[in-house]
């Protein structure tokens, strides 16, 4: 758990700063963080979701994991927690840019490779070095994000406490589920998240990402069915 905390930790200190930083930022500079975090999310996207082995798990997954989620009102859920957070801790303006900032951060910080394999790294080996690595980059993305949409990408830190405690918790008895293919389609399903969250970042479309959340379960379910899938499996 040390790595975890020290990763929500470089959030916290992270969307600190960008805070501070925010005060003094224009509003044509604030667009082109906007743009820059978009452009770099897409690539990052892009790279993550090559990842991806068995394309046919992949679109089948988002369709199915979009539907459900929409049925289910994740995106909704998660929205009107980050207002409860920020009506409970803040006193900002009554919108949703705390609820956003809340929302894109957590993606961003939990759906990648690094956060599923750096966790199991150091819950089973005791391997610090890849969530270490992580919490660099998340300090200063937080930077960013928290500079262009405020302070619910701190609250993101709960998330990532959460979440990646979780799993670093969880690695000895997961671990031995956990294969190439498992990590492959897990970060091509991830990594077409995040692309959704710079698509909304550069305006380009209303993507509802957290929607998308029950994707990540519904690849893990055509993993385990691999197998048995015949020719599928190699699509």
């Known amino acids: ?8 930790l470089a959030v916290i200190v992270g969307s600190l700063i960008g805070l501070a930083l925010r005060r003094g930022i224009r509003d044509g500079v604030r667009e082109a963080v906007y743009i820059g975090i978009g452009v770099v999310s897409l690539i990052i996207g892009i790279s993550m979701a090559l990842s991806a082995t068995r394309v046919l798990y992949l679109a089948l997954s988002l369709v199915i994991g979009g539907v459900v989620g929409e049925l289910m009102g ?3 859920g998660i929205l009107r927690l980050g207002e409860f957070l920020r009506r409970r801790f803040t006193r900002g303006d009554a919108d949703n840019q705390f609820a956003y900032g809340f929302l894109t951060a957590s993606v961003l910080f939990c759906v990648g490779a690094l956060a599923i394999v750096g966790s199991f790294r150091a819950g089973a080996e005791g391997n610090y070095e890849l969530i270490l690595t992580k919490s660099v980059m998340d300090g ?3 930077i960013l994000l928290a500079g262009a949409m405020g302070i619910g990408v701190a609250f993101s830190a709960l998330t990532v406490l959460l979440y990646q405690g979780a799993l670093t918790l969880g690695a000895v008895a997961l671990r031995p589920l956990v294969s190439p293919l498992v990590l492959s389609e897990v970060t091509g399903v ?3 998240m995040v692309m959704m969250i710079g698509i909304n970042l550069l305006g380009l479309k209303k993507i509802q990402t957290g929607n998308f959340f029950p994707s990540l379960v519904v690849v893990l379910v055509f993993v385990a069915l691999d197998p048995w899938l015949g020719p599928l499996s190699g699509m």
Do not use: D, L, Q
């Open 1 to 8: 758990m040390i790595a975890t905390i020290v990763n929500t």
């Open 74 to 76: 994740i995106e909704a």
């Open 190 to 192: 991830g990594g077409a």
């Open 140 to 142: 200063f993305m937080s």
